[in-house]
Antibody, heavy 119, light 108 residues
Framework: QVQLVQSGSELKKPGASVKVSCRAS????????VNWLRQAPGQGLEWLGW????????TYAQDLTGRFVFSLDTSVSTAYLQINSLRAEDTAVYYC????????????WGQGTLVTVSS | EIVLTQSPGTLSLSPGERATLSCRAS???????LAWYQQRPGQAPRLLIY???LRATGIPDRFSGSGSGTDFTLTISRLEPEDFAVYYC?????????FGQGTKLEIK
């Protein structure tokens, strides 16, 4: 069965970096794109962007400032989200999600990774 | 960027009633690439509807999506206790996707 398993919770200080992983199993990793999303405490969903898993081409949401980097290691069917120069407002649950076969909605989700930024 | 506005913010209904949730786009979605997700507390979202009206795998037929252009609707025909949750719409019609702010469906 399709599974996306994310890395565990992180506590970081402002200005630090964090790298969240998303390991896929149960399907051909390079056939489906991977989306990244986040949800701040008590807030709605925010789409951060997505990455093609065959070519590694990323698309970032308009509001992102260049601190967010998507990458892949196809040898281990894993997508990564790195956030640099962390700020308190980056505190959120970060989700990865696989797009559908013939549609771009997210049909499978990771369990979420809580990133807390606090001094 | 396309802005999605969901209404109402909160909907209070009883089990067995019909729920109608709205999602309006700031400009027309062409094609009608709109999805609906359900999120229960402490869980990741779950895809219900994609391409405006197609049910995702395993989704009960009491969930239906409709609409085109700028106005879209998620209808839950007869509410079950497990349906009380937050619902989000998402557009993927342009290269930059976006979500609505959510509608909370609560038990009356």
């Amino acid at each position: 069965q399709v599974q996306l398993v994310q890395s565990g919770s992180e506590l970081k200080k402002p200005g630090a970096s964090v790298k969240v992983s998303c390991r896929a199993s149960g399907y051909s990793f390079t056939t489906y794109g991977v989306n990244w999303l986040r949800q701040a405490p008590g807030q709605g969903l925010e789409w951060l962007g997505w990455i093609t898993t065959d070519t590694g081409n990323p698309t970032y949401a308009q509001d992102l400032t260049g601190r967010f980097v998507f990458s892949l290691d196809t040898s281990v069917s894993t997508a990564y989200l790195q956030i640099n120069s962390l700020r308190a407002e980056d505190t959120a649950v970060y989700y990865c999600g696989r797009e559908g076969y013939s549609y771009k909605a997210v049909d499978y989700w990771g369990q979420g990774t809580l990133v807390t930024v606090s001094s | 960027e396309i802005v999605l506005t969901q209404s109402p913010g909160t909907l209070s209904l009883s089990p067995g009633e019909r729920a109608t949730l709205s999602c309006r786009a700031s400009r027309s979605l062409t094609p009608n690439y709109l999805a609906w997700y359900q999120q229960r507390p402490g869980q990741a979202p779950r895809l219900l509807i994609y391409d405006a009206s197609l049910r995702a795998t395993g989704i009960p037929d009491r969930f239906s999506g409709s609409g085109s252009g700028t106005d879209f609707t998620l209808t839950i025909s007869r509410l079950e206790p497990e349906d009380f949750a937050v619902y989000y719409c998402q557009q993927y019609s342009t290269s930059l996707y976006s979500f609505g702010q959510g509608t909370k469906l609560e038990i009356k």
